[in-house]
């Protein structure tokens, strides 16, 4: 099969710089998922090696050449990684390892599945190897595993398996399926990291809400994340349409068409309803913003985007807990958000998240109904609850937008009430509006006066008051109420003479005021 590589880098003197270190003593080979992607079409971001030699030493040859960053992913296993960035910040990653065996075909044979166990030898790039017939299984559109043994030797395949065959639309094929189910029990003996690196590209990729719930079908989300079993069962009355667990995964399905439809347009989204329209007559113009929103980061090696639905799979998870039926048989689950967040915070931490990870996303479960209770008040928000929301949350309000969307839409279901979803609607568009257009003037307005102006002028010595004041200050300003420094000094001399504002018992609830 004659192919090129052009596509595979993104920049010829990458394939360059590998190819000069390739000779008969050291043979390189471009194996893996960026042969398959290669075949089929698709773009591919993670390059990866086997090298016959010291392919630690290579990588940072490569690295210093290429003046990327490099790190040793696992010392023992002889595997590194160079880091790759574009003019457009789009960053690639070179991935180095020892082979396997005596030869390229050895090394394959011990791989995860048959469509990537493919490789090129960088000394004959005029041919594929595939000793077990990866292509074949590329044109029917199935998944299958090298060896009968490939999930016992490393369980985190279990994930990576099901996470492919929702990347690429492939069936799992039934011995395969059989072996998986067999290696399910297996899970607890892989790392924490491991298993949270795998299932962290599940929630980055397509089909979430489906991948979901083949896991928990298959019991390896009970492995995962057993505080989600007890959301089973639990039944909620209206205006829910649907039991907890149940609405759970809704979330995520309408999470991921409102994500696709606000960030990529709605012709990337499947069938279209006047819900979708609604939202993308709304909301729509905010796209670049939000694309240019969750570009950024918080981790190198994960996304805003999949923070986002790790959130949205936990968002309900302090119901069971806080489940109260009242007398006339209405069920509740008063600050269940609280408990929630609690035990979000648990589930991230066990994953060994970052510190900002685990915070971003308990934060994000703790406030999924802050907009829900500004739209049972008005379609209008104030600008003093515009502050108090972004304050509260920071550029985590523009994600608990979408999150909130999507909770309404898995609660009411096709049938809400037009005006229930224009609320919600509204709500959020004036969020964005003021994050991402007025933000100097609603969500954080230049400072008229600091602490030393206070101090000077009305003699307050340091401390809590001090902060205090100058963030009663800051409120009024961003709610409208005063925009020099003459108006900030009186106000804060009235608040001063206010003992209760002095000694600060401002309310900083959700109020719509």
């Known amino acids: 099969m004659l192919i090129t590589l052009e596509s595979i880098f993104p920049n010829p003197a990458i394939h360059q710089a590998v190819r000069r270190q390739a000779h008969h003593n050291q043979r390189i080979h471009l ?12 773009p591919s971001h993670d390059i990866d090696f086997t090298v016959s030699g010291d392919a630690i030493q290579l990588a940072r040859q490569i690295a210093d050449e290429l003046k990327a960053g490099f790190y040793v992913l696992d010392d023992e296993r002889k595997t590194a990684r160079v880091i790759l960035q574009n003019p457009q910040g789009d960053r690639y990653y070179l991935d180095f390892a020892r082979q396997r065996g005596f030869s390229i075909e050895q090394d394959l044979r011990v791989r995860d599945f048959t469509v990537n166990a493919m490789a ?4 004959e790039e005029d041919r594929i190897i595939d000793p077990l017939n990866g292509a074949l299984d590329l044109r029917k559109k199935q998944l299958r595993a090298c060896n009968e043994h490939s999930f016992e030797q490393d369980p985190v395949r279990v994930l990576r398996a099901i996470r492919l065959s929702m990347q690429l639309e492939f069936q799992i094929e039934k011995q395969t399926l059989h072996w998986l189910r067999a290696a399910v029990g297996f899970l607890p003996n892989c790392s924490a990291e491991r298993q949270r690196d795998e299932f962290f590209k599940m929630l980055d990729g397509r089909q979430i809400h489906t991948a979901v719930s083949l896991l928990d079908r298959l019991g390896v989300l009970q492995i995962l994340i057993p505080e989600l079993m007890a959301t089973k069962g639990v039944q909620q009355t209206s205006p829910h349409i649907l039991p907890v667990w149940e609405h759970t995964l809704e979330t995520l399905r309408w999470l991921e068409t409102l994500y696709d439809l606000l960030l990529r347009g709605p012709e990337f989204i499947k069938g279209e309803s006047l819900l979708a329209g609604m939202a993308s007559l709304s909301l729509g113009r905010y796209r670049n913003d939000l694309k240019e929103h969750f570009s950024a980061t918080v981790h190198a090696e994960r996304s805003l985007r999949g923070l986002l639905f790790f959130a949205a799979l936990l968002h309900d ?21 609280r408990s929630g967040a609690e035990i979000a915070g648990k589930i991230t931490r066990r994953f060994a998240f970052s510190n900002p990870e685990v915070e971003r996303i308990t934060l994000m479960v703790r406030e999924h109904m802050r907009i829900h209770h500004l739209a049972s008040i008005s379609n209008e928000v104030s600008r003093r609850s515009i502050y108090r929301y972004f304050r509260k949350l920071g550029d985590a309000g523009v994600d608990v937008c979408l999150l909130s969307l999507a909770d309404t839409l898995a609660t009411y279901g096709i049938g809400i009430p037009p005006e229930q979803w224009e609320r919600e609607l509204a709500i959020c568009r004036q969020l964005l509006e003021a994050w991402f257009e007025k933000r ?11 602490g030393d102006d206070l101090i000077n002028r ?6 809590p008051q001090l902060g205090r004041l100058l963030e009663s200050v800051r409120e009024a300003q961003a709610a409208g109420q005063i925009h020099t420094v003459d108006e900030a000094l009186n106000l804060v001399e009235l608040l001063l003479s206010d003992d209760s504002l002095g000694e600060g018992t401002e309310n900083h609830g959700t109020e719509n005021r």
């Open 31 to 42: 194996v893996g998922g960026c042969i398959r992607d290669l075949l089929l079409g698709h």
């Open 120 to 123: 090129i030898d960088l000394l």
């Open 317 to 337: 998870v302090g119901k069971p807990l806080t489940r109260e039926q009242q007398a006339d048989g209405r069920i509740r689950f008063l600050h269940h958000e």
């Open 440 to 450: 100097d003037e609603t969500v954080s307005p230049p400072r008229l006066v600091n």
């Open 458 to 463: 009305f003699g307050i010595k340091p401390g």
